[in-house]
Structures are given as structure tokens and as C-alpha cells.
């Protein structure tokens, strides 16, 4: 399709470990266009991280192992791809960033170092011409005195700036597409919307496609076009991101914009899906989130429903929607 | 009564049983058990299974090599040195038990109330625990049992001493947390005293740290036990204790290899069972594997 | 700068620790024995003698001026006079410290060489054939009797294969060589001996991989398990991420972070050597400091050890402080 930067086909993910095989993702399919921002919502254990890392071959083996799927980017398979493909790809084409910022820079080298290892390495630049690049990122993310940034230990910064450091340093050697795992959750609330917007504004600058992982609703309405919900190592539903939340069609997907406690409503209880995630290494057979579903039918403990398109740009897998629609 | 046990302390027992089953588990630990255990075995049964008296003279058969009269070979008063080494299993676990018991008592009392005190107690108390540790274990043991006079019973409270000092770092450590836990406040608020409170409710928390670092401490105390026989301050010869053998058959190595090479595999043999399993409990109790 | 300001304070808390131990050394050889005097004449003095030094030594004066005493003899650099040698102790160790120093020096050079890159390869391979090598190694190491080792590797190398020799420094039919550091291998090398220079190095092999063994285990160990703990790191993942080659991770990014511990590890270790080096000493017949002290406890020359027992801590508590100084140097957010 023209247009589509990345297109994850049937990805299967497993963990092999001492209690069992841990079926961490299961046949997932989505696609993100140049220039979006695509969602990835779920709860924490769903698999979304799993999925990130998978897409960077960044699952450690053992115990995990990536059982099949192909992973399209800009036309190549890259999970078929040699080592040094993906390395030049890693930090360069496609760049990640991680959920925890306290934890993701190295504490025994200054900032500016680990920097500009990463600019010399995809770019063909010397040292001083790195140290531009790098400076010129951290204004780019509006960093106070980028120059002196640059020469500190990380412990020095506090969560905030490093993830601005983590975003400048992954964009600094203009990626198509950057994963952001869970970006802002360990952040506080105030720095979390200071730096949702660097993110948003940047990426739409450089036309950066994002796929934003979060288990915030809230978060994901505001900065994402599209979103993907995930369950229990399944993607459910994908939709542009208005009408996930007027017209959400996975009875999970319901389930979870009903829990969102509102201001204004009268409820005096919150409103929760029964049940519990399910373990992975024995999940549900048929459709992962039947046993919780309010609107489970005969064939959703049988069959994995397919993917079925209720619009052009929705799509659901769910039962409901399999002849009927 | 036995029931009343078993409801009072229903959750401990379920600890110990869970635990027992990851050990089962485990191939280091049922490995480092099966060892322990036969030496144990050995050290129990050596007076009533051992093949002589090993204090058994026979200057005719002196210095003869392993044979099948003779498994381990004789030494130079012609006494067995199989069954020697079967008794110096005794000697060797019996010291290790008494260090143990005595360092770690006295070092888990000495841990728990500097833990718990705090602040100056804590600081004087750690200060002279830093001193000991200032010392190399032998060389400071070596001093100790020196100046105390060389004999057994001087060197197991030599190495006690120098052991002391970490059971108390490592109970210290975990007093420092439980005092802040709220059962404490709940029990100083009802009025208990500060030394029933260390005895009744910190030192029982810190039992499991105490016993795997017991289970590690007990190989090298055999170490530095064995050490210091052979260096001549513990256990003297005529004893079958291993360093004490190993000093005398050091003379007799070249022509007679059996004589220090058996009492030292046994050092060795059973040290490593030891460390083997007190490793293996360390990676049990580790809280992240624990889930 | 904040550096200076860390290696004050350590410094600072390590005097109290020195005075404990100048303390405990003292209660040690004063306090605990039945009769000081009796022991630092010698069981086999007369009544006499033993009077005369306890008049002579002040022992008869209440122990605080004792203690006064005694300090006031150790920043003389007075440590007692030996039994056996009839000499002040501090000339004894001056004489026996360069071998014990040489032997203990290699060793560690030993144990960093081969043990730091074994860990790494059995961090990198963990669970794979070499692992599980260096953990079986590991184990043996720790549980190992150095003595009995140095039996064995005596028996092996010295009466059966007759490759190496069993005793001393050098030869006995050799002179030693110039004195210039007391370290034989560099000595012989300073005076052009090549010969000689072989001949040392052949007796050096068994002692110094005897004296290793058991801290080289100990240092596979702990640069093992740091690199798995280090790795584990999210950082690490997000130097995966951007594309650094697996080396450079390895030997770079995981490196730098576990040495800490192994550093402070190490510098334990050097402490036990000096320890281990007793035993080793004794075995191998080697005129170190470690041989000294053995020679005097079976004498019973109560002095000698205890001077022995003070040097080495204080070489210890020395070198403890050192590690410390690295540290800060190690670790950015110690000194930041």
C-alpha cells in the first residue's frame, strides 16, 4: 500500500521459560503510514512492549523467541533481514524510546558522549560535527542550555529533561518511524503534557511516524490519529482515534472507555470489566477476552475471530461482527 | 497441643514446605545437601562403621600405600588413615556447628541491636565490627588463637570471633528495615520492651538471611579451621582433624601422596558441598526468583 | 570540587578504624594472654629474664599506659623484638616483605588477567559450555584449601612431571640478584641475567597460581555476575536499540558499570592474598613475610606475630581506602 511505512503481518511472539511457553503475541497484524501517529493501547502484560521490541528484534533469546510473522519496512522484511541490516536500521531509520527515563541513559557517561556515539555511528560525521547535531536536537527539544547539557552525567538531569535528552538523542539522525513505549508514564502529570507536546510537534515537523504504546486513554486521545487496542497478546480493534471513542466495537474496547471515570456523571460506583487478564502460558481458547465479555456468543470460546473491517479505516475482531454486521 | 503448633504458625510452616520444594527443585542444592549429608552420615556412624581404631598403632604396616586392607593407606605410626579421616569428619563438623552457633548468635544478637537502636549504638557498634573486618580472617584468627594458646577450643573461639562480624553487618541490614515495619510500632505501643521486642520480633525475621549466610560462613570456617591446624594452632596432632593431618603428612608428601592428599579432598569435598548449597538457598530466598 | 571532599571523609573515618585496630592488637597481645611477659620472652626464658622485660617493657604498669606505650612504639616503628631472630620485628618484616610483595602482585595481575575476561566470556555465554566451566571453576575455587592445593600442584609438577621446582625463589646453587627493588623477576632482568631470569620465573609459576587460585575464582565470579546484572539494565537495551555494535556494548557500555563491584571485590582480595600468602608461603618454602609469621607461631615468638598481624592490617585498611578513592573515580554520581 502506498504510504505504508511499517506493516506487521501475523507476528507471533513466545516465551519459553521454566513454568511453561508464555504465548506473549499471537498472529498481530497493524500497519502505520508515513507521517502518523498510530496508538497502541492496552493493559500492562498485553504484549504491546513485547510487540515494540519484536519490531527492533530487540527480544532476548532465550527466552523469547519471535515464531513467525514478517515485519515490512519500507518494503524490506526486517526480521528476515542480517544483523547489520537491522543495526543500521536500529537508532537510524527506525529509533525507540523507553518508558523509564531515570534508567535509560548509561550513568557512567555524560549525556553529550552517549550522544553523539550514536550520530557518528549512522552519520558520516567526526566529533565536532556530532556535537552540532546534538545541540542543535537538544534545542530542538527545548532544552535550557544545551551546551552545558551536553557535559553532564545523567544523574544530574531530572526525569524530565532526560527524556527530552532520550527523544533528542533518538531523532538526531532523522528516523522514519520512532516507537514510543509508554513515554510519559513515569513522568509527572505536568512534565508528562510538556513533553507530550515536544513529541507531537517535532514528529509532525519531520514528518516522524510514531507508534505511541500507552496504557493512558487519555494520553493516546490527545496525540495519536490512529489507534490499536491490544487484549492478552491480540490486537481487537483499530480505528482513527474520533472514532474509537464515539463508536468503539470490541465489547473490551467498551469496556475500557466505560471505566474511565467522568466528572459529570451521576455514578456513584466505577464501572469495571469483570474478570481478570489472563495468564498467557494458558490463555483462552477462541477468543482471548471471551470469559469476560458481556456479549460472549457460542462461537467466541471455539474460534479466534478474524479481522473483519466495519469501515473503510476500522477494523474489529470480534464475533459480532463476523457475518452479521 | 500439636495442632495448636500447626494453627499458630500455619504460615511459616507453609513457608518452610514451599521452600523445601524449590530447593527439591534445584540440582545445586539437592547436590550440595547429598554431600552435606554424608558427611554428616560419615561424622555420625565413623566410631561404629569406621574399619579400625584410629587411634590404632601398627608400626609394622607404617607408611603403606592404599591398598585393599588399608583403602586410604596408613600413616607413619601405621594407623588407618580412612578411619582417621571418617573421625576428623567429626572433629571438622563439630567445630564448624559451634562457630556457627556462636558467631551467629552472638553476631545476630549484635546486628539486631545496633539495627534497632540506631543511630549512636548503631554507629559505635558498626565501628567495631569495621575493626575486626579490618583484618584478613586467618591472619586475625592466627593472632587470636596464638595469644589464647594453641588448642582446639582457642581456635573455635578465634574463628568465632572473626566471623561475628558478618552475621551482625547482615542482621543489622535487615533490622534496619523490619524496625520500620508497622507490627513493631504496634508492639512498642503495647508497651514491650526494646530487648523483647529485638528477641520476639526482628531476630525471627531475619532467620532465613541468617541461616543461608550460616550455610555459606560454615564452608569458609572449615577453611580457616583446617588452616590453622595445619598452620599448628588448632586441633594438634595426634588429633585426626584434617589441617592437623595434612601439617604432619605434608613431611611425607613426596614418597607418600596418599597421606595429605585424602584428609584435604575431604576438606575440599565437603566445603564445596557447603557453598554449593548455601548458593543455591541464596538464589531461592532472592526475592525476585521468589515469585 | 567533590572529589577531594570524598576522599577526606574517607579518610577521616579511617582513623578511628586504625586506632580500633591498633586497639584490638593490643588487647590481643597484652590482655588476653595469661602472661604478656612470659609470652614475649619466650617459653624458654628464665624467671629472670621474664621480670627484666616485663619491668623493661612496662608491662606491669596499668594497661591504659601500657596502650600509650605501645603507640608510642608503633610511630617509632618499633613492633618488639623477635624471640627466634633476637632482632626488632620491623627489621624482620623489612627483610621478608619484597618476596611476600612480589608474590602477591603477580598474583593479582594474574587473577585480573585471566580473571576478568573468563567472567565477561561467562557473562556473555551464560548457561553455554564455557559457563558452566567457570562456575564449576568458581565453586572450586572458593571451597579450595590453598595448602592442600599447593600439595597437589607439588606432587604433579614437581615429582611426577619434574617440570617445575618445589621450593625457594631460585635455585640454591644461584646467588641472588642485585638488590634493587627485592622483586626477584625485575631484579635479574636490571642485571642482565637472562639465566637467572628463567630460573625465577620457573619457581614463581607454582606459588603465584597457587596463591591466584582462589581469588581468581572469586573475581570470575563477581564480574560474572555484575556484567548479568548490568545487562539486565534498561540503558544497555537502549544502546541495543540505536545500533551499537555488540561488542562495543559489551566491552564498553556493561564493562564500565561492573567494575565497581568487581573493583571493591578486587581490593578485598589483595587483603586475603596477604592472608592466603601464610599458607601459600609455607608450602612452596618461599622467604616471605607469610612464611615468617608460620615459622614464628610454631616457635611461638609471640612478637613477631603480632608486628606481622599489624602490618597487614594496616597494608589492608590501606588498600581498602584506595578502593574506595577508585570508586570515585569509577562512579560519576559519587563524585557529582
Redesign the interface.
Known sequence: MAGTLLDIRDLSVRFFTYQGVVKALEKVGLAVSKGEILGLVGETGCGKSVLARSILRLIADPPGRITGGEIFFKGEDILKTSHRRIRQIRGNEISMIFQEPMSSLNPVFRVGHQMQEVVMLHQRVDGAGARKVCIDMLQQVKMPDPEEVLSKYPHELSGGMRQRVMIAMELSCRPDLLIADEPTTALDVTVQAQVLTILDDLTRKRGVSVLFISHDLGVIAQICDRVAVMYAGRIVEIAPVGELFSEPRHPYTRGLLRAIPRVNEGRETLSVIAGTVPGLIDPPGGCRFHPRCEEVMAPCGRDVPETVKVTPDHEVACHLYDGDN | MFENFRKEHAWQIREFLFTLRLLSRNPSAVGGFAIIAAMVLIAFTAPYIAPYDPIRISLSERLSAPSAVHLFGTDEMGRDILSRVMHGARISLWIGVLVIVIAGGLGALIGAVAGYLGRQADNIIMRIMDVILSFPPLVLAMALAAALGPNLNNAIVAVAFVMIPKFARMVRGEALAVKEKQFIAAARASGAGNMWIILHHILPNCFSSVIILATLILGETILIAASLSFIGLGAQPPSPEWGAMISVGRKFLMDQWWYPTFPGLFILVTVIGFNILGDALRDIFDPRIRR | MRILTYILKRLVYLI??LI??T???FV??HA??GDPAR?MAGQKASREAVENLRRSLGLDRPLPEQYIRFLGGLFRGDLGMSIRNQRPVIDDIKDFFPATLELTLASMVLCIAVGLPLGIISAVRRNRPIDHISRVFS??G???????LG??L??LFY?NLGWLPGSGRLDMALDPPVHVTGLYLIDTLWEGSGAKFWNALKHFILPAFCLSYVYLAIITRIVRSSMIAVMG?????????????EAVIILK?TL??SLIPTVTITGLSI??L???A??TE??FNWPGMGKY??DS??F?D?PA??G??LV??FA??MI?LLVDVLYAF????IR?
Open positions: 578511628p578504624v580500633g585496630v586497639l584490638l592488637v590481643i597481645s588476653i594472654p609470652m565453586v572450586f572458593v571451597s579450595m584449601p590453598v595448602f592442600w600439595l597437589m607439588l606432587l615429582r539494565q534498561d540503558y544497555i537495551t537502549t544502546a541495543r536499540a540505536n545500533g551499537l555494535a557500555h564500565k558499570n587483603g586475603e596477604l592472608g592466603g601464610i599458607l609455607t608450602i609469621v608460620v607461631v610454631n611461638l609471640f606475630i603480632m606481622f598481624t597487614v592490617s589492608y585498611v581498602n569509577l562512579d560519576p554520581q557529582y
